[in-house]
């Protein structure tokens, strides 16, 4: 019999608070507005190509190839090609819930979160009555499917907290490179 899993990989300390602290430095000041009135973040959006510790995120991807390895066997190629540093002032949070995979976004497969902060709070998801704390330097991925439906809860201690999420994506041969 196989067995069950929830399809979440989390992976404490990939970055040092070294390494984050550096993180929140070099994105805050390019902080835009955010795009959701409700979510109440602001954010930059990250190029791929300039992260700084983009093999550490290969890491984590092949650490999820390896647990979950069915994801090897889909028909399309894949790969991370958007990252976001989002900035929650206290009280705020991503708090509705919601998956990463709709109508605007259909190539969306995979969730990635890096949580550049502590607090005593995490993301929540629906379907499995489990909530991920933010600890610095831990990196989570998940699909991006409503069978993974979540909302981030805001810091009952009312700090800032920092996030970057990124999205693995359905690509065509030509975007490979």
Not at 52 to 80: C, G, R
Not at 86 to 111: D, G, M, N, V
Not at 166 to 176: A, D, E
């Amino acid at each position: 019999m196989k067995k069950v899993t929830d399809f979440i990989l989390i992976k404490n300390n990939i970055f040092t608070e070294k390494e984050c602290e550096d993180m929140i430095n070099t994105y805050q000041k390019n902080l835009q507005e955010g795009e959701d009135k409700y979510s109440g973040y602001n954010f930059c959006n990250i190029e791929i190509n300039t992260f700084k510790n983009n093999h550490k995120l290969h890491y984590v991807i092949d650490e999820y190839k390896k647990t979950f390895q069915d994801i090897n066997k889909t028909a399309s190629i894949w790969k991370l090609n958007h990252l976001r540093f989002k900035h929650f002032k206290p009280k705020q949070s991503f708090a509705s819930w919601h998956s990463e995979h709709c109508f605007s976004y259909p190539y969306r497969i995979l969730s990635l979160q890096i949580y550049l902060s502590n607090h005593n709070c995490g993301t929540e998801f629906s379907n499995y009555n489990k909530t991920i704390k933010s600890d610095i330097g831990k990196v989570v991925l998940f699909p991006a499917y409503f069978t993974h439906t979540h909302r981030g809860q805001i810091c009952p201690e009312n700090k800032d907290r920092y996030i970057i999420t990124g999205y693995v994506n359905f690509i065509q041969r030509g975007q490979l490179e």
